[in-house]
């Protein structure tokens, strides 16, 4: 039984992890802190947890929020992680961090990701980078399972890395070819009211922003090159859609050579065969977002334009799930050493 | 462990079970049978279920669809219950239905119900009526222990029931002052497409029907008099708004004696206090719906308006779950002496 | 040709009014006033208007929003319309608020409203009361063609006070038992953010809110006690539910004594007789607020509960049309002369 | 004053049209043909339009839907247009269609069109082919203005064509590197119902379809090769997200030299200098769909990648409008000799 604390706990991101470990058979939450609706009980705020979670949120300044435990999660925004992860470390706690801040292991690349969004390109924490393991775990699943600190990766991330690592990783694509098409749910944006997430202003509007360029396509480019093993650069557009959760990414890529979706396929069942998470499906298969709400998985849909000799992967995931929280607690499994789908293995609810 | 089997598999009553018995630790799947889809496993069909339940669907007159279970969930429309719970008892399973064949205890009190909804008033298997338990547990639970053949309430009827069952009790309300507006999702009526269910006939779109009666009304009527001791008479009014999942319904009665909110208050909390599944608010709560999503629950605000000497009670529940496959499982574990909780007990997901 | 002005112009119901007097003939937008987005362009800051009014918005101290203008629109919170209206009315302009301001037309009435809201209940140009009429072109309209200053009814009160004026004048109805059950849409909060009504919270999320008291209950129990000749007191209870423009207001009143729907649908089509925009419809017509989104229509289902001698009518209006900048349109129509109904016209879109 | 017959009047491309004649000058609505729904009112069938036009829905084989007009819209399936159109210019007509008909001018294309979407690719009327006109005005005015026979653009074809016709003409744009990422609104798939589009199973719900091929894809690339002047090739993928109205279409293409967002923004304005309906827009403009919902606008949004030295535009249309009846009608007044704007100039509601 691991004790676990959730800081930034009143997110999207923080509610979503608090939901999955009242459900995880070895974790107990012992600490919950926010900056917001300071010391009132989580099932006060959320009243859809009254009865299973009454831990009172505690302020990062409340002595009762430096406890240790043997999990914490940073739900937090960026910034946020690398001021509190070498304490937490220092008690002997596994860190798992959403934001930007340990997904990069070196300052180099942490100030690339932190100039494009504006931030400050100085990583406070240095010492760690190099220590950190990029946690996606389909990937990287040997490294998360060694690291102490994690940075959980993007959700827009998600979905393109994984839709698009197999074709890669065989070289069958051309490396600046690739261009991911992505559209997500409002919830992406998190709790954070905003004019542009105002329900009248949301409902039957699709729009597309920063096209200027979004602070995922690092990571994206980061992997991708990784698998290829030489640089891949990707054109991505963000789009939000009214829906509550989901992300569609639509993925292309020129193909290098003739490929035919059964081969596709088969390439991507061979790279998946170890990932619980992924589905890989073929071009017929009628499935949406929908299809993957409120859980882990990953759905991929293979299919191939052969007139213009082009791959095209439509991959499905729940943004607060599999791209966010659900990703965060496999990640846990892994760095405890439980199964990597324990607490996370549901097959959701329809409709 | 109990086997069990599900009548009318593929409808959205049935998926909804499927998924709880999923992840039900003292059941098994063991039989689906519907009349649409035969042969594909229900992973195909529901592709969210794919990896989770991969039984094939049977046709109801395929011998495999005979075989004995311990359980019996006829997740079909009124009249299909009735003509198979005789063989499905006679093999020794309880049996849970979902429909109005076996709310009713007398073959008298089942015609009103059947004419009201232009059915046919004679009952197949009349020497049942009597044995069978209506299946509202806090209402019912010593009962529905009991018996081998339960009749599932119907989801307006829980949301109508429970919110006014206490006050009825009390003597508090005039047995004709009774007033049920009732505001359902889409989902709460079927996976049958409709001209009205077609999403861009509906999006936007809010209309009260069946102005000339509901068939719940039946059963709330006859529930709320057993209350009271007397004859209650409701106006109801049924209404569809474009969300998939909850039942709202706000209840109205005229006090018979002012009356606070505190002491409604307590008389609620007292009648339901070894309820789990039922909250008691107050009228400060900020509750919704979206709360009891994906759960069983059922949210009741209390309400005076003084100034008219009114009690209004607003009553929350997802149709799907307590006003349907939630009250299932809730009924099953009595039958089967399970806890009444198991499998049940989960906040839902938010947003 | 009147020049018009428009005070609040980039709120919902500024919005609303402009994009009617576009397509009005006998009306000029001459000057548009708002506290945010000072000096853009309105067809910058709403893009749809884009190349149909490009005239800046204009701060109130601009001494250009002090410009006079044949009729002012006050499309402004309580407070403001009565700070401006002295000042509007010397420089000869009608003027129409949307506010509460004008609703009353004695002090100690308007007190009263303001206190249900929390507001000062001292007006602050007392000595237009009296001189302003209520903006129900359906009641008042000859009050209405004389006044140089319309308050404009709240929207929920229009849907109710058109659904049971012509049952309280004919004296149907007990004038103690009505109950106005009304669920809007979110447009009718404005275009302000607030965490309840961000998409992610609002999507799949029904609730009741106010139950201590809504502030439309004054109109509504002023305006049925007129045409009631009596005190009528009624139980109101606003909800939300996830469409963007509409309500849905179910109204029930006891019946002093036994009456056929076919009377109350006499009665009501000759009360509407004049009114070109309301629809008097029997209870088996299939119609929601999608068939009145973007129309000043207001549709009125009529049904008779003759088990529990209750009248039951279904009101449907668009809250941004008929519940606002509609009824201020048809307003300004009476109020200049023109035909009622002129630019106010059309069918609306759908689906 | 023209006489207009409408041929499956009651389809949402139908009652499109309706709607929009109604609130023309200089149209007549005479004539309502459908297969459904015969002998009622159109006003009862579509609520909305009770009042403004009562016309009976007429039988194809009642003699009064034989009667001449002078314009005749087709608002039908693929077949129908080409079984009707010669009797109907025989009359004197001029025919507007909105399905493939008569959007190829040689059998020999019809062919390629009608085999991709698995119709008999014999066309039934092959002597008009060459004498009807491509209804997309923006490209096509002069030879509109001269046709008897029109046939309407597709909706996703009309967001792409708009979208990439500049850049194909100036050939800034590789011929084989064009990439169509369409996501359309359910209205798309009309009226008729499925399980697809059934409310619960389309709310929350994202997914691509017809991986395999859209028909539209002909029109597109016939299109864009006309401008380019040497044969393009698109890689098109549908998808279909929970909104009613509105198509939002990314579109990218590899430029063939660098060329800067001013350079483009420049070409596309000069390009629909004289289109009112469209509007260019630089990559920081805040629009999406709802912008342009209920109105024949196409909003384009300008961007270059130049990491990636490509080409992105982003293409907003309302697909019952522009993407439909919008364009109908703006075909119809220049087949008819009325100024292009006629009846179409409207800015739509917000929100």
């Known amino acids: ?34 900056r917001e609706d300071v010391g009132q009980p989580i099932g006060q705020i959320y009243p859809h947890l009254a009865g299973f979670c009454d831990l009172p949120v505690l302020a990062p300044d409340d002595p009762r929020s430096q406890e240790p435990a043997d999990v914490v999660f940073f739900a937090t925004p960026d910034g946020v992680g690398m001021q509190g992860a070498p304490a937490a470390l220092a008690q002997g706690a596994r860190v798992i961090d959403y934001s930007g801040d340990f997904r990069f292991t070196t300052p180099e690349a942490f100030a690339e990701y932190a100039r494009r969004i504006g931030k400050n390109p100085a990583h406070t924490a240095p010492q760690l980078l190099g220590r950190n393991a990029y946690g996606l775990a389909e990937l990287h699943r ?79 480019e ?12 990707v054109t991505f557009t963000a789009q939000v859609v009214p829906v509550c959760r989901g992300i569609l990414s639509t993925l292309y890529g020129t193909l290098v050579r003739p490929t035919t979706e059964a081969e596709v396929l088969a390439l991507y069942r061979d790279f998946f065969r170890e990932s619980p998470f992924v589905r890989v499906l073929d071009s017929q298969a009628a499935v949406g977002t929908l299809h993957v709400r409120g859980t882990n998985f990953c759905n991929l849909v ?37 199964p990597e789908t324990l607490g996370l293995l549901r097959p959701g609810i329809y409709p």
């Open 222 to 233: 980061r992997e991708l090159s990784l698998q290829a093993g030489r640089e891949v650069r």
């Open 142 to 220: 040997a490294a998360i399972r060694q690291a102490k600190i994690v940075g959980n990766p993007g959700c827009f991330a998600v979905s393109c890395i994984l839709g698009l690592a197999p074709a890669m990783k065989a070289g069958l694509v051309e490396p600046f070819s690739v261009i991911c098409d992505c559209k997500t749910g409002v919830s992406g944006a998190g709790k954070k009211v905003s004019p542009t997430f105002h329900y009248p202003a949301r409902y039957e509007q699709m729009n597309a922003y920063k096209l200027a360029g979004h602070q995922h396509v690092c990571e994206v």
């Open 1 to 34: 039984m691991v004790r676990v604390k959730v800081i930034g706990a009143t997110g999207y991101g923080g509610i979503g992890i608090v939901e999955l470990l009242l459900q995880h058979p070895e974790a107990r939450l012992a600490t919950l802190v926010a």
């Open 302 to 338: 293979v299919s191939v334009d052969s007139r213009t000799n082009r791959l095209r992967i439509v991959s499905h995931i729940d943004n607060l799930m599999k791209g966010q929280a659900g990703s965060a607690l496999q990640n846990m499994n892994l760095m405890c050493g439980f």
